[in-house]
């Protein structure tokens, strides 16, 4: 069974997996080649998927990395943060959209919605693992802010 601290490790890498995988389907999709690009983002989905449940289960089992960083870090981490999490609510609705228009080949309405999924989805992931990075290297979380939450492994 994994731990509940390394499942943000796991998504770290998972995010990472889920950037190159957008850059290949792009570039599929960009070239006309229809079959690797529906299969690039298949695997993109999956990957987006697990990265999900392991989310979910790791914020409903009270895992939760605090912010260590002081002063202007702080500036730059929380509006990336933000940013972050408004953009992934985006992608709740607008990823299935994409799909179903993939799914029933409506090509000009997949590429309306796309114009505007894809840009945000690729910003979540990196955002992801920026806020990753700045959070549980960079700048963790040490001594009486860990009061509440989880002690995230350096």
Same mark, same amino acid.
């Given at each position: ?8 490790? +796991?998504?770290? &890498? =998972?995010? $990472? ?5 957008? *850059? ?8 006309? !080649? ?47 943060? +933000?940013?972050? &999490? =408004?953009? $992934?609510?985006?992608l709740l609705p607008l *990823? ?8 029933? !080949? ?46 995230m492994p350096r």
């Amino acid at each position: 069974m994994i731990e509940l601290t390394t499942i943000p490790h +796991i998504n770290a &890498v =998972l995010n $990472a997996l889920t950037i190159v995988l957008l *850059v290949v389907a792009r570039g599929y999709a960009k070239s006309g !080649d229809t079959a690797a690009h529906k299969k690039t983002m298949i695997a993109t989905l999956a990957v987006s998927a697990v990265f999900l449940a392991l989310y979910t289960t790791y914020h409903f089992g009270g895992g939760f990395a605090k912010f260590g960083g002081e002063g202007l870090v702080r500036w730059i981490y929380f509006p990336i943060l +933000i940013v972050h &999490v =408004l953009g $992934a609510v985006a992608l709740l609705p607008l *990823v299935p959209v994409a799909v179903v228009y993939a799914v029933k !080949d409506q090509r000009e309405k997949h590429k309306r919605v796309v114009k505007w999924t894809w840009p945000v989805w690729f910003f979540v992931a990196v955002s992801g693992v920026v806020v990753y990075t700045m959070a549980l290297h960079l700048w963790p979380c040490e001594g009486a802010c860990l009061t509440t939450g989880i002690n995230m492994p350096r």
